[in-house]
């Protein structure tokens, strides 16, 4: 313990430790190691950004995709779900309503949908620029050419969010159909930061096949990638894909592992995830106190919410966007923090 305890500290120092003090820390960690490793994550948290959290307002704008990814449940093999996506007003609307609500920064997330061309997506996104000048555009639809991101860019979209998935390559062929590769989506991640977005990288926890190893190789990665925004949330099974039978990652190593990235990037937009409020009632406030600064509620049209399903039991599939806000402020407010009406971007440490 008192070792893992001599880690905690060389991490808070350092930013960074080896690989083998990785995989002992992430192999033994216990309650007591927790709770010291949350204090001085809050302590950082709380230094760079107050008792403020920042918001995004989630549009989940298509479920229609053309990959695979075999733990997820709009995967294109799943013929059950019930397919649909908004338009450009559709869009636009939620916009509004999440301005109103104090959103600044609109997520659109998708499935890899080839319905939206280039050139829409850039419609798209110029149109909310023209609308909202002061909000922050975050886009999350899978893997593009550096061509494409660029376009995305020049049109206003200010941060791409794409989980690395897992850093290791005979790993993510476990996940993935041959297509796909690691090596093509690590590519996509440093294109996107060449080209100047704020860049979110991010994997599951406890997704199948992944050892204490693994997540002390995605540690080293995004230490090696320094993106400005890491998503993490647990696995967590659906019924209709291959992985239906494995279990739910950990809400304790999730929490754990936004301890150890709040201390390697202290400045770090870390949100507590969905996932997170799904495998545990108070799973967002948890993450909060373990270190992250972020939520994202969702602002997609209650009637496609429930067909937007990556996982079993998802939860805020029932509710309007302001319900979403409102309860995500009241937990927040329970718990000592409050939400910000702000783009939230990421602000690099003085040198
Ligand atoms: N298509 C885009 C992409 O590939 O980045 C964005 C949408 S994708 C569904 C968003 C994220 O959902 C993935 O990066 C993955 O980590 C997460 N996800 C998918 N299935 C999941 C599951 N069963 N449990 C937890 N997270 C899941």
Same mark, same amino acid.
Do not use: W
């Given at each position: 313990?008192?070792?893992?305890?001599?880690?905690?500290?060389?991490?808070?120092?350092?930013?960074?430790?080896?690989?083998?003090?990785?995989?002992?820390?992430?192999?033994?960690?216990?309650?007591?190691?927790?709770? #010291?490793?949350?204090?001085?994550?809050?302590?950082?948290?709380?230094? #760079?950004?107050?008792?403020?959290? #920042?918001?995004?307002?989630?549009?989940?704008?298509?479920?229609?995709?053309?990959?695979?990814?075999?733990?997820?449940?709009?995967?294109?093999?799943?013929?059950?779900?019930?397919?649909?996506?908004?338009?450009?007003?559709?869009?636009?609307?939620?916009?509004?309503?999440?301005?109103?609500?104090?959103?600044?920064?609109?997520?659109?997330?998708?499935?890899?949908?080839?319905?939206?061309?280039?050139?829409?997506?850039?419609?798209?996104?110029?149109?909310?620029?023209?609308?909202?000048?002061?909000?922050?555009?975050?886009?999350?639809?899978?893997?593009?050419? #550096?061509?494409?991101?660029?376009?995305?860019?020049?049109?206003?979209?200010?941060?791409?969010?794409?989980? $690395?998935?897992?850093?290791?390559?005979? $790993?993510?062929?476990?996940? $993935?159909?041959?297509?796909?590769?690691?090596?093509?989506?690590?590519?996509?991640?440093?294109?996107?930061?060449?080209?100047?977005?704020?860049?979110?990288?991010?994997?599951?926890?406890?997704?199948?096949?992944?050892?204490?190893?693994?997540?002390?190789?995605?540690?080293?990665?995004?230490?090696?990638?320094? %993106?400005?925004?890491?998503?993490?949330?647990?696995?967590?099974?659906? $019924?209709?894909?291959?992985?239906?039978?494995? %279990?739910?990652?950990?809400?304790?190593?999730?929490?754990?592992?936004?301890?150890?990235?709040?201390?390697?990037?202290?400045?770090?937009?870390?949100?507590?995830?969905?996932?997170?409020?799904?495998?545990?009632?108070?799973?967002?406030?948890?993450?909060?106190?373990?270190?992250?600064?972020?939520?994202?509620?969702?602002?997609? %049209?209650?009637?496609?919410?429930?067909?937007?399903?990556?996982?079993?039991?998802?939860?805020?599939?029932?509710?309007?966007?302001?319900?979403?806000?409102?309860?995500?402020?009241?937990?927040?407010?329970?718990?000592?923090?409050?939400?910000?009406?702000?783009?939230?971007?990421?602000?690099?440490?003085?040198?």
């Amino acid at each position: 313990m008192g070792n893992l305890k001599e880690l905690i500290d060389k991490l808070e120092n350092k930013r960074i430790l080896s690989l083998e003090e990785f995989i002992e820390l992430l192999s033994n960690f216990t309650e007591e190691t927790s709770n #010291y490793l949350f204090e001085k994550a809050r302590n950082t948290s709380k230094k #760079y950004f107050g008792n403020k959290i #920042y918001t995004r307002g989630l549009i989940e704008f298509t479920n229609y995709c053309k990959n695979d990814c075999f733990y997820c449940g709009i995967r294109r093999s799943n013929v059950d779900v019930e397919r649909y996506r908004l338009s450009k007003e559709d869009i636009l609307n939620c916009c509004e309503n999440g301005y109103e609500l104090g959103f600044r920064t609109f997520v659109l997330q998708g499935g890899e949908d080839l319905h939206y061309s280039d050139d829409y997506i850039v419609e798209i996104v110029s149109e909310i620029k023209k609308r909202f000048p002061d909000t922050a555009i975050t886009l999350s639809i899978g893997e593009k050419s #550096y061509e494409s991101y660029e376009k995305y860019y020049k049109a206003g979209a200010d941060r791409y969010l794409l989980r $690395h998935e897992t850093a290791n390559f005979k $790993h993510y062929s476990m996940l $993935h159909p041959e297509n796909q590769t690691a090596k093509a989506r690590q590519q996509c991640l440093r294109d996107l930061k060449k080209i100047g977005y704020q860049v979110g990288a991010g994997f599951m926890v406890g997704s199948p096949y992944q050892t204490i190893e693994n997540i002390a190789e995605d540690l080293i990665f995004i230490n090696d990638l320094q %993106p400005q925004m890491v998503g993490i949330g647990p696995f967590i099974p659906h $019924h209709a894909t291959p992985f239906s039978d494995f %279990p739910q990652g950990s809400l304790d190593m999730t929490l754990f592992l936004i301890g150890i990235l709040r201390l390697m990037i202290p400045n770090l937009l870390i949100p507590a995830t969905t996932a997170l409020g799904t495998i545990d009632p108070n799973g967002r406030e948890k993450g909060i106190l373990a270190g992250a600064n972020v939520v994202m509620p969702n602002l997609s %049209p209650v009637k496609v919410r429930k067909q937007y399903l990556l996982y079993d039991n998802k939860i805020c599939t029932g509710e309007e966007a302001a319900e979403c806000r409102f309860c995500l402020a009241n937990r927040m407010k329970k718990i000592g923090y409050e939400l910000a009406v702000d783009r939230g971007d990421f602000v690099p440490l003085e040198k």
